[in-house]
């Protein structure tokens, strides 16, 4: 199978180098690498000109530029450059295990069914390595609540309902494009695909032993990202979350993911505050109902037509 890794990346060269220093040292070398930079990161660009002309071994590496910030319209903009049957997803402040491709590809092999397969990303943190064990990863419940758990441990194979952006793997033409609904720093872009995958009929999987270390230490720099106190990180991810549910789940769990979204948050409020938690602040409280009110007037835009996802 052709195998292609799309790597979006803005202005954290050094980790990119890692990055891309894992794949290239894979047991199995992906058979394209496709990087996308913003324009103006030029120590980024400097990097990526010098894999382009000196790229080792077989691996295609191939060069888009955006210029608005942003994983998807980098996403987009990388897109139209795979070529390969599986397309991998890994942010570039992750390095990839040695046999990353290796595995992927033999789990598309296994399961003729399967349209997307993901991993742990084991986080790499100055204070340690989270590692509690889990008995779920990736589970929509039945009101709409997320259990991500991908950084934790759970070994071995499970169907799951949603994967993690950074490490991910994707039947390339199961991926039509990204949703322009889903907006700022891309919250919940991952959970769309996976929905997409099993609206058309196949499985999602996790593998616990498809590992990724994680620098989530690195600098952000997107707007709503960089500081988790940021009430536009809030509001995006309020947003995201009420239009991809309301897009994908069925109309009677829609109805109690509404009831869910706008109560549980309401309740929570005094509590975070109590706690110090960021989102138990006035500002960020305004935030979230701005952006869960700001999700349900997309999804109602999509559903009677006036825009396109």
Not at 260 to 266: E, I, K, S, V
Not at 271 to 297: D, H, T
Request: hydrophobic share 40%; glycine share 10%; net charge neutral.
């Amino acid at each position: 199978m052709r195998v292609s890794v799309l790597v979006t990346t803005y202005g954290r060269r050094p980790f990119l180098e890692r990055c891309i220093r894992g794949l290239m040292e894979q047991s199995r070398t992906p058979d394209e690498i496709v990087i996308v930079t913003r324009e103006g990161d030029t120590e980024t660009e400097a990097f990526v000109t010098s894999v382009l002309e000196d790229r080792p071994g077989t691996v295609e590496v191939r060069h888009a530029r955006v210029s608005e910030p942003g994983v998807l319209p980098a996403n987009r903009a990388g897109l139209p450059l795979v070529t390969g049957e599986i397309l991998c997803f890994i942010d570039d402040d992750a390095v990839p295990h040695r046999d990353w491709i290796e595995r992927i590809e033999r789990r598309f092999q296994e399961f003729p069914d399967l349209g997307a397969v993901g991993g742990r990303d084991v986080q790499q943190t100055r204070r340690g390595t989270p590692d509690d064990p889990v008995t779920q990863v990736g589970r929509v419940h039945w009101y709409g609540r997320i259990t991500g758990n991908h950084h934790l441990k759970l070994p071995g194979l499970h169907d799951v309902e949603l994967l993690k952006g950074c490490n991910m793997a994707f039947r390339r033409s199961l991926i039509r494009g990204f949703d322009e609904g889903i907006i700022g720093n891309g919250f919940f872009y991952e959970a769309d695909l996976c929905f997409a995958v099993r609206h058309a009929g196949y499985r999602v999987k996790y593998d616990g032993d498809l590992l990724v270390d994680h620098y989530i230490e690195a600098p952000r720099m997107l707007p709503g990202n960089a500081d988790p106190r940021d009430p536009r990180g809030f509001f995006f991810m309020h947003h995201n979350s009420v239009y991809v549910m309301l897009k994908n789940l069925p109309p009677a769990r829609r109805v109690v993911f509404i009831c869910y979204t706008f109560l549980w948050d309401a309740i929570m409020t005094l509590p975070r505050l109590l706690v110090g938690q960021p989102a138990g602040r006035p500002m960020a409280v305004a935030a979230i109902f701005r952006g869960k009110f700001s999700g349900l007037a997309a999804y109602s835009a999509r559903a009677s037509g006036r825009v396109g996802g």
